[in-house]
């Protein structure tokens, strides 16, 4: 079988490319869209995530702001920080960096946003917006997919979609929005019993269980659509996602790639965002 590979690096440079006309056009009109990071303690990998959105905004124009903070600061003092931004009106988006030292309360700080300027989609408010169907801040990776289906041509509607995971920054928002566009939707996780049983009846299988290779050949249908939201890096310093990507490559109609595949999407999907919070701003 012909298998495509649905390349998310190629439509991210489309769409950032369209994101910055839009930067553009704003700016025509005096508004400058700005995002503010924060990022506590000195985590490697949140530190390079960091500088990777930063690098991505200015690519396009939108004004990036990075507060680093000592992992030691209080959580008063860092909501005092959050309520800071939450009340300038040159910032557009607050972001911040997961995960957060011990000390601190994440469900707290994320609340604590502005949910106009929740750029990751994350707050309870734009969460149950989600659910409903009403328009929101929609976390990134979820909403990246989805515009990756759409331009492979995916259809959606009536297809089975099962989900390998449940969490607040993925498997649960990407089954709201593919249940939004009419698939059926089975949620499975850790605890699920018999979870290849299942995946086998996936038309789309979005996999983000945060395990390199754990689904294979056996575990899919045949001409499924694969979506691999996992990115390991390996001893040998190679990345893999959460699919054994080369024998399940064999079998799928369509498949994502690591890299290059779902990431790339996910910090394009940040600036759509902060270029959406900035024009709710108007
Ligand atoms: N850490 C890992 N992924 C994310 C994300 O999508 N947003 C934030 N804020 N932190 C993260």
Redesign the pocket.
Known sequence: MSTTIMYGNTLAKKMSAELKKEVEQLHDVDIYPTLTVLIIGDNPA?KT?VRMKQKACEKIGIQSNVVELQDDISESELLGKINQLNQDPTVHGI?????LPQHINEKKVLEYIHPQKDV?G?HPINVGRLAIGHDALI???PIGIIKLLESYNVDIQGKHAVIIGRSN?VGKPIGQLLLNQNATVTYTHSKTNNLSHMTRQADILIVAVGKAQFISEDDIKEGAVIVDVGNTFLENGKVVGDVDFESVKEKANKITPVPKGVGPM?ITMLLHNTIKAARNTV
């Open positions: 949140s995530y972001l911040v960096q997961l995960p990751d994350f976390p990134c990776t920054i996910t």
